[in-house]
């Protein structure tokens, strides 16, 4: 089964709800706000992904903490990832032993159909 994590009102977490109900992929849904994500899964992802790829750099969170002036370490953005789990770029998705972070339609046709 296809795990999402991600938050409800994410309009690209709502993009891969919508891909996945409408090719009637069974998913799960984690979010984030009820329920956070463990620093050892983050760390589980960052063995998957590139860290640019899952610190999202450009949300409301990232601007509102002022972690731009911050200039972090990848450690730190770690640290960050654990503490305020909406800096993840939204949303990552688990399936088969894949990783993939954040809404694009032609990889998840390639991917689930």
């Known amino acids: 089964m296809v795990q999402i994590y991600g938050i409800k009102n994410c309009d690209s977490v709502k993009k891969a709800i919508k891909f996945f109900k409408e090719h009637n992929v069974a998913f799960m849904l984690h979010d984030f706000k009820t329920e956070p994500v463990s620093c050892q899964k983050i ?13 999202n ?11 731009k002036e911050k200039n972090l370490s990848v450690t730190a953005q770690t640290e960050w990832l654990c503490k305020e789990n909406l800096l993840i770029k939204r949303p990552v998705v688990e399936f088969d032993n894949q990783l993939i972070v954040g809404f694009k339609e032609d990889i998840y046709k ?4």
């Open 43 to 55: 760390e589980t992802w960052l063995k998957s992904t590139d860290m640019k790829i899952l610190f």
């Open 57 to 67: 750099a450009r949300s409301t969170t990232y601007r509102t903490l002022k972690l």
């Open 110 to 113: 390639g991917t689930f159909l």
